[in-house]
């Protein structure tokens, strides 16, 4: 479905080399080596990585050097290499994963492609959420939210040590900022809807919130794992409140995106 090219400035990135049609499933790979993400000490990580690299064989532990390092200079080289190219392994998760074949995957603000792991199959797997064409690059995001453009371009700076270029983030003033309008919005009332406090005690607004995120999230193009998250707060909301018949909506539509961006056998859908 891809093959690895050099893309101009970005280093190597993958090109699809066939249309592919959105849910389809990209890459499923399993990881070199786990390794803990983040507020460890590095001299710890560091002497965790040496370790993992001894108990691979010749020819992945070469691969795993030919990965970019982002950080040379900064830190050890092994440390940069797992800090450049580490995929985290779950929402909120403490421990990341080594892949060869997806650390060749560049970011952007607008990707097509959605990064999971599936614990039920131990593996990470690439979904394209988008329909893909043959030609076009397969982008992920490297950010966790819906972060604005300067807070998008700092985070990428401080993690990934490059400037991002893509559509969104080479928007006109103008339509960036009516972009970072709703981005913020859609922060805002994400945080709103999070708080278990509001689904009890506020559930017809919270589901006005939901809406009015799904609808600017439509307006950004955003079809990420976002979607069905969504679905998944309406349908508590709904369940919290005895709204069966809304419930078992949303349930379908939370399943019916989650299949999209994971496939059907990953724990979130099947759950
Ligand atoms: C996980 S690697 C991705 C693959 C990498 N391009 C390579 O050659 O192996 C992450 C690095 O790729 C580069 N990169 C990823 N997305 C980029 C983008 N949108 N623009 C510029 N560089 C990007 C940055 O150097 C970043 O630190």
Redesign the pocket.
């Known amino acids: 479905m891809y093959e690895v090219r050099t893309?101009g400035?970005?280093?190597?990135?993958l090109v699809a080399t066939c249309n592919i049609p959105k849910g389809a499933r990209i890459i499923s790979e399993t990881a070199i080596f786990e390794m803990p993400r983040n507020s460890i000490n590095p001299t710890t990580v560091h002497k965790w990585i040496l370790k993992c690299l001894e108990k691979l064989d010749d020819e992945k532990r070469k691969a795993f050097y030919d990965?970019?390092n982002?950080h040379g200079g900064e830190v050890e080289t092994a440390l940069g290499i797992a800090r450049?190219?580490a995929l985290p392994l779950g929402s909120n998760a403490t421990e990341g994963g080594l892949f060869l074949g997806a650390?060749?995957?560049?970011?952007?603000c607008c990707h097509n492609a959605q990064n999971t792991w599936n614990a039920n199959l131990n593996q990470l797997t690439i979904h394209a959420f988008k329909d893909i064409k043959e030609g076009e690059e397969i982008?992920i995001s490297?950010l966790d939210g819906s972060e604005d453009y300067q807070t998008r371009q700092r985070d990428?700076q401080a993690r990934?040590?490059?400037?991002?270029?893509?559509d969104l983030c080479s928007l006109s003033p103008s339509k960036r900022q009516r972009s970072d309008k709703r981005l913020n919005e859609i922060t805002r009332l994400d945080e709103i809807i999070g708080d278990g406090m509001s689904i009890v005690t506020t559930p017809i607004a919270c589901l006005y919130h939901a809406r009015r995120v799904l609808e600017l999230l439509k307006e950004e193009q955003i079809e990420d794992a976002r979607i069905p998250r969504l679905y998944y707060d309406a349908f508590q909301i709904a369940i919290a409140n005895g709204d069966e018949a809304r419930a078992k909506v949303f349930t379908e539509r939370a399943y019916a995106t989650r299949v999209i961006l994971e496939g059907e056998d990953s724990p979130e859908a099947v759950d």
Do not use: D
């Open positions: 893309m400035g970005k280093g190597l990135g990965l970019h982002a450049t190219n650390s060749r995957i560049n970011h952007s982008c490297y990428l990934f040590c490059f400037s991002c270029t893509c």
